[in-house]
């Protein structure tokens, strides 16, 4: 057995009052000295120190945390089970007798890679590499538990892991090579990876030879032993931590032995998977925890009829004796549709820790909960049983009692599901913002019990519902009034829908979609289950209605030239980080050790968004042991603001006295530990006077006189006014466009150092010379004396540009006032409230065309929401972008900002751009709507050609799209031919639409003069490696492969021989931000150039020798006094030439009328790239922007507390960006062949943003399918399609009404459509017109 580490000292009875657990096969003990609150995560980061696992939510949300547990199986006596599991929620006492696994296990540079490992890295499936351990992790846990994997089940594993960079596609296909139904190309790549690494047993360190017992089967590498011999004798077990007791007793009379103790002043919290903490976070503190995983009777399961399962089961156990019960038990076949309904709740790593019965005690202490796991239990009739601490016996309730039942001494001990006769139907759905891990809008459950042959209901049926109000369950009026109806009558469904329309009230809340929609939804779920009850005996393109959409298997192609004359230059290779981020050692800024000494820092946020501040008492705060200060305004020594040169305007540190949004700070509070901090700056009273309604919208700001024409004259060109008026046909328009939050899974975060020459600063900075800057200023130093180095962030996207300079100097003026070390890491609710986002857009347009669509003029507003302040507004040069590839004869266009009571909006990928082509491609959709014609046509019609000039841009000598690009499109994405399918699909569906559209792109590519890099390459004349340095930061995009690259093949090298080092304020002096797509550009060429200048000095010297070696020859300048160092400085006046980007993208997408729903089909993109300097990591990027697009406008939405201003979008749980199964399922990414960029740099064009542009195509596409149901029902009125086009959006546009609510298309139906009589009065009319005989 491995040594035992114990983690407390200092308690005589240590040893009896412990929790063991092996952690990558070490033993360890945890007493007192960690408290019992302590998560999974903290105790393997904190105090374990193994920082592979990363963390971000803290709610289950985002599969950062993800470890691999294996545990005693309490179903079966001395069996373990193995899963994944996210470790920010399990609390490390929970754990005893567990054997834990995290990324540090399974392989490293040293001890070789798990195969795992080595796909993500081959794949190309790491970018910034913060989500890389939790995507492993997962997929090893699903590889543990169940073997050899299939496809499918890899892509579902990943429903709860969020990577922001990758666009998840190359992911997919790493794990998916693994898979046993692999597609042979997959198989393929993966033998060529495999070959690449040399595996290594992690045991024995020697080559790995598959025998050892603990080797995963297939994996390729071996896991060693990870199940923990040494398990926790069961037995009664009492731990006290201060006023907190953590219990964990073996038997239910345990429990109920605790819980009669119980004082009434205690908070109790049973605690099984403690999942309930990602939803509910403010439940606790709790003062006693009683850990139920001891008690084997909670997780005893009875397979049979009837079905009973112990409370502890966790929704994966169950899911899977559902399956086998469908299959298996007459009468059972109604679990198939629940193991469905249940395989979308939460995600892989919740449910296979989290309970029913933990999920039923939400639902219980929330009634607002839209629990799935009740809905569906009480569908079933299920019987929970019950005991009570002070009573001997057990009772048998069922769910609505439950709700009903006082709990606090309560447990739930099991449940028990009857079998159903088989003329009972079952339906159960839930609709939720985004199509895995999010909770419902409305989820809903019916159950009728029908006549087999006149299908009438022939008792009362269960139409139940979550998502409405707390009180809202059984649709009792609609039930009472199916009673005895006949299924198959229109005017019954019909009818009925209005009766049930009539008896809810759904609440409204504003974080929830509107109770217009949910009202509506709950409608069209009716009428979805109806029509599956129903079966054959609706009309063929009625049916559509009851599916909800499946999703297929995803895949993806790539298409790109690999021109071999420049390699390294030009070759896919993988990127310089990637096998230390498949690894877990990739360090990011919260993975450095803390220092003797240091301290943490967490944020007092104001709670209203336009009030002053009348007092701050943080005296409360101070008390809690740990804490060390409070640190506001007055504290800073130097200026109270974190910006200098990103925008001009200052932006406070710490609120003086006036608040101008929520979420602002007003102080910092800094503790010996980021727990102590966190909890501590939630008791810091403030007080408020002044306080006023905020201002929160652009239309908000515009009434009230708050904003402002950015340019004095707007940009024109031509003579619009005259044109306009000119103008055949006019329409005017207006569109608005939502925020995103950056969503950089690494989040915002800093540390400040005292030290002998001023403070070493670590910051999570996109842009350190500014970061510098800002420490300076606020601490009243001379730059110089701030130290700054930056090895990598996990994504930035423009979020890191000056945000982190606010949690930087909170942390400097903290380190300065204490004279100790301070770390600031936010949690994801203070970061998405702190900052700013994307900048919301909203455009007035007024357009002039002729009979075929042809531009005369156009006027354009485009006006910017820059939040309170305006420092990262990229309002004034849209003009030039929204032009597009179109050429507008003539223009007029301003540039608007207005000021909001939000935090200040920043650039995010693509900033302004991307609206700007929206915005263009929106009137293009309204001018072919107008004349009705295909938009593609007008698209064409309006084609740019060359040698045009057009708004501040000058001519291009071809347009690439339309010359190349469009017509290869149209071909690869066979779109004439698609076309013509999605017609018939669409005549023959009434309730599922198709629609498809095309998108181009033309984005002019001009280096700012501003743009300027330090970069210095130095060789090292022991071996002649070479370590470069330059002022671009790596945060996934590729900056340092592609650097490295460029060195390797200028100096003629093998790529091996050269390290990219962090970027840090001596090389990278004064360099400006890695962003724009221009960082890796100019890093690139600034390296060529310092290159070459090498070259021509080692060449002087290479020619006087006779074939050197590299190591030779550099000895031989070394020795020869030749500088084999060399800086140089990208200066704006040497800047490669300016170019054109082109590209263009089609889309189709399904939507489902009914619910909102929509599956992105298939998507094809081609892009000029150029040369690419590394296609794979061009394809990814092309790829991320093009997802991180797609969540921009379609699931991502900021919501606002219109009283308080708060963000209510704080959270996984409230905000949505993509996961794995929301990407397009067929995802086709071509760079354009033959497309050397004769400017640039070695041929090769920027992709970091461009990609974000075609990302509007999935509007476009589905303005399309909506239109398509629209005018099936006579309505072709053009209607605004405001951004997000969530799914709540597509449903209320396309104007779903229950008198739609057909069931044949038939002439019979047509009748009772419209008299809205019943079907047995119809007969009865027909037949004393038409009697017999
Ligand atoms: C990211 C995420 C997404 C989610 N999505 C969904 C979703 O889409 N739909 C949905 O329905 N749910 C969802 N959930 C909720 C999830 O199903 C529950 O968190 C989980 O089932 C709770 O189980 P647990 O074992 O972790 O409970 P715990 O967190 O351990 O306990 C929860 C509560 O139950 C009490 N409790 C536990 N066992 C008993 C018992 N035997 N008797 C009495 N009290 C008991 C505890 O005291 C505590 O108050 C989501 C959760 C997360 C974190
Ligand atoms: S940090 Fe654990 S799931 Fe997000
Ligand atoms: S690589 Fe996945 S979040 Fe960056």
């Not at 998502?467 to 299924?487: M, P, R, S, W």
């Not at 800094?670 to 006077?689: G, M, N, P, S, W």
């Not at 590729?1038 to 304020?1065: F, H, M, R, S």
Request: charged content about 20%; some cysteine.
């Amino acid at each position: 057995m491995a040594s035992v580490k114990t983690m407390s000292a200092g308690e005589e009875d240590f040893l009896l009052r412990r929790i063991k657990l092996k952690v990558n096969g070490q033993d360890y003990v945890v007493g007192s000295g960690i408290p019992p609150w302590t998560t999974l995560i903290g105790f393997l980061r904190e105090t374990v120190k193994l920082a592979g696992t990363k963390v971000l939510c803290w709610e289950g949300g985002c599969g950062a945390c993800t470890i691999v547990a294996t545990v005693p199986d309490q179903e079966t006596a001395g069996k373990f089970k193995t899963f994944s599991v996210n470790a920010c929620q399990i609390l490390v006492y929970s754990c005893a007798g567990w054997s834990i696994e995290t990324i540090e296990h399974l392989g490293d540079r040293h001890k070789g890679y798990h195969s795992l490992q080595k796909a993500l890295s081959g794949f190309y499936g790491t970018q910034c590499g913060y989500c890389s351990p939790g995507m492993i992790m997962t997929l090893y846990g699903q590889l543990k538990a169940s073997g050899a994997l299939t496809a499918s089940q890899v892509e579902h594993s990943l429903d709860g892991n969020l990577c922001r960079c990758t666009g998840y596609r190359p992911i997919l296909d790493a794990f998916k090579s693994l898979a046993e139904d692999a597609s042979q190309q997959l198989k393929d790549k993966l033998a060529d990876i495999e070959d690449a690494y040399k595996a290594h047993c992690p045991e024995t360190a020697s080559a790995c030879k598959r025998s050892c017992s603990g080797c995963t089967k297939g994996s390729g590498s071996c896991s060693g032993s990870s199940q923990n011999e040494d398990v926790t004798q069961p037995e009664d077990f009492k731990l006290t931590v201060g006023a907190v007791q953590w219990y964990r007793p073996v038997s239910i009379r345990g429990i109920k032995n605790i819980l009669k103790k119980v004082t009434p002043n205690e908070k109790v919290c049973i605690v099984v998977g403690n999942t309930g903490q990602g939803v509910y976070k403010d439940d606790g503190p709790y003062t006693t925890y009683i850990n139920s995983n001891s008690v084997k009777e909670l997780y005893s399961i009875t397979i049979g009829s009837p079905l009973t399962m112990g409370a502890n089961v966790s929704l994966s156990r169950v899911i899977e004796v559902f399956k086998h019960m469908a299959i298996s038990y007459p009468g059972y076949q109604y679990l198939k549709t629940f193991q469905s309904h249940w395989e979308l709740v939460a995600n892989v790593s919740v449910r296979n820790i989290g309970s029913w019965a933990g999920n039923l005690m939400l639902k219980h202490k929330h009634p607002e909960f839209p629990s799935d796991i009740f809905l569906t239990l009480l569908l079933a009739n299920a019987q929970l049983t019950l005991c009570h601490a002070d009573s001997l016996t057990t009772t048998q309730i069922d769910l609505e009692q439950f709700l009903q039942t006082d709990m606090s001494r309560g447990i739930i001990l099991s449940v028990t599901l009857p079998p159903m006769p088989e003329n009972v139907k079952v339906q159960t759905f839930k609709i939720s913002p985004r199509t895995v891990n999010a909770h419902a809008h409305v989820n809903a459950c019916f159950k009728m019990k029908l006549d087999p042959v006149d299908v009438k209901i022939l008792e009362k049926p269960f139409l139940l519902f979550g998502g409405i109000n707390a009180d809202f369950i059984h649709a009792e009026q609609t039930e009472a009034y199916l009673v005895g109806k006949y299924l198959t009558e229109v005017v019954t469904v019909v009818e009925a829908a209005k009766i049930l329309a009539n008896e809810m009230t759904p609440d409204a809340k504003p974080q929830d979609a509107s109770p217009q929609y949910r009202k509506s939804l709950a409608q069209s779920l009716f009428y979805k289950a109806v029509v599956g009850f129903l079966g054959d005996k609706v009309s063929g393109d009625i049916r559509s209605a009851a599916a909800i959409l499946e999703r297929p298997l995803s895949s993806g192609q790539q298409g790109f030239d690999m021109n071999e004359d420049t390699w390294p230059v030009g070759k896919g290779v993988p990127k310089v980080e990637s096998t230390t981020q498949i690894s877990g050692e990739a360090a990011y800024l919260d993975d450095v050790p803390p220092l003797h000494n240091e301290l943490h820092g967490a944020f007092v946020q104001s709670s209203f968004a336009n009030a002053k501040i009348k007092s701050i008492d943080a005296s409360e705060a101070l008390k809690i042991p740990g804490v060390v200060s409070f640190v506001a305004a007055a504290d800073i020594p130097g200026r109270n603001s974190f910006i200098v040169n990103a925008g001009a305007r200052p932006d406070p540190v710490f609120v003086e006295e006036q608040v101008k949004y929520a979420g602002q700070a007003l102080g910092l509070i800094v503790a010996d530990q980021r727990a102590t901090a966190l909890r501590a700056a939630k008791q810091v009273i403030v007080e408020y006077e002044d306080i006023k309604k905020p201002i929160l919208t652009i239309k908000e700001a515009l009434q009230q006189g708050r904003s402002k024409i950015v340019m004095s004259e707007p940009y024109i060109f031509g003579n619009p006014e005259d044109a306009l008026n000119a103008a055949k046909h006019k329409v005017t328009g207006e569109q608005q466009q939502g925020s995103q939050f950056h969503f950089t899974m690494e989040a915002l975060a800093g540390r400040v150092t005292p030290t002998e020459d001023g403070y070493d600063v670590l910051s999570t900075s996109q842009w350190p010379t500014e970061t510098q800057s800002a420490v300076a200023q606020v601490l009243n130093v001379p730059a110089h004396s701030i130290n700054l180095a930056v090895r990598r962030i996990g994504g930035g996207f423009g979020g890191k540009i000056s945000r982190q300079n606010i949690v930087v100097s909170a942390a400097a003026v903290a380190a300065e006032k204490l004279k100790r070390p301070v770390r600031i890491v936010l949690d994801l609710q203070t970061h998405m409230s702190l900052v700013g986002w994307r900048e919301p857009y909203m455009s007035k347009y007024e357009v002039g065309f002729d009979d075929d669509g042809k531009f005369e003029a156009l006027k354009v507003d485009m006006i910017t929401d820059v939040g309170h302040v305006a420092n990262e507004a990229s309002v004034s040069g849209l003009g030039v972008r929204l032009q597009n590839t179109y050429y507008i004869p003539n223009v007029l266009f301003r540039p608007i900002m207005v000021k909001t009571n939000t935090a200040a909006n920043t650039w995010c990928r693509t900033p302004g751009t991307v609206e700007a082509i929206a915005t263009i491609e929106n009137v293009i959709e309204n001018v072919a709507s107008y004349l009705k014609k295909d938009p593609l046509d007008v698209r064409l019609i309006n084609m740019v050609a060359p040698n045009v000039p057009r708004l501040l841009t000058p001519p291009h000598a071809r347009n690439v799209v339309n010359d190349d690009i469009l017509p290869l499109l149209i071909q690869k994405s066979m779109y004439q031919e698609r076309k013509e399918e999605i017609k018939i699909f669409n005549q023959e569906n009434v309730w599922k639409k198709r629609g498809m559209s095309i998108v181009p792109l033309w984005y002019g590519y001009n280096y700012p003069s501003v743009f300027r890099y330090g970069i210095q390459v130095s060789i090292y004349e022991h071996d002649g490696t070479v370590a470069v340095s330059h002022g671009g930061i790596e945060m996934g995009q590729g900056i340092n492969t592609k650097v490295a690259q460029v060195v390797a093949y200028k100096l003629g090298i093998p790529l091996e021989k050269v390290i990219i080092k962090a970027a840090d304020t001596m090389v990278g002096a004064n360099s400006i931000v890695t962003g724009g797509s221009f960082g890796s550009d100019l890093c690139a060429h600034g390296a060529k150039v310092a290159c070459e200048a090498l070259r021509q000095r080692i060449d002087v010297v290479r020619a006087k020798m006779k074939n050197p070696s590299w190591v030779q020859l550099i000895r031989k300048c070394h020795k020869n006094d030749v500088d084999i160092c060399e800086r140089y400085w990208t200066a704006g006046k040497e800047h490669p030439d300016s170019y054109d980007i082109w590209g263009a993208c089609c889309l189709e997408v399904e939507i489902d009328v009914l619910t909102g729903q929509y599956l992105i089909r298939r998507v094809d993109i081609i892009e000029d790239c150029g040369r690419s300097m590394n296609p794979y990591i061009d394809i990814g990027q092309v790829e991320g922007a093009f997802i991180m697009g797609l969540g921009l406008y379609t699931s991502e939405i900021v919501k606002y507390d219109t009283n308080t201003g708060q963000k209510l979008s704080n959270s996984t749980w409230e905000y949505k960006p993509p996961t794995a199964l929301d990407i397009p399922v067929d995802l086709r990414v071509t760079l354009l062949p033959n497309a050397s960029n004769p400017h640039g740099v070695l041929g090769s064009k920027a992709t970091g943003e461009p990609a974000a542009c075609f990302s509007y195509v999935v509007v476009t596409a589905l303005r399309a399918a909506i239109t398509a149901f629209r005018a099936a029902n006579e309505n072709e009125a053009w209607f605004d399609m405001d951004t997000p086009i969530t799914v709540e959006k597509v449903h209320q546009l396309c104007g779903v009404q229950p008198e739609q609510f057909k069931l044949s298309t038939s002439t019979d139906e047509f009748l009772d459509d419209f008299c809205l009589i019943s079907k047995d009065q119809v007969y009865a009319e027909v037949a004393t017109f038409c009697p017999v005989n």
